[in-house]
């Protein structure tokens, strides 16, 4: 299992830049970064919603990660 935190409703990757690539490496997948921007989105657009859900790995584009159980 990976390390993530819940931001907004989704779960984050939780680690640096060497363990995200690590983890790819290892699992392969489908990585998304989305942007502050894509919240609206997300509630809008059920595909892209889909999409965002169903990553293999999502990492924060900002600082966003500083955020902790914020939901929306």
Known sequence: ???TRRILGLRF???DVDEAV???HRHGGYVVAPSGTCFTR???DEPYRGAILSADLAIADSG?????????
């Open 13 to 15: 990757f939780n680690g």
């Open 1 to 3: 299992m990976i390390p």
């Open 22 to 24: 690590a983890f790819m």
């Open 42 to 44: 997300l509630r809008e």
């Open 64 to 72: 966003l990660h500083a955020a902790e159980d914020i939901h929306f």
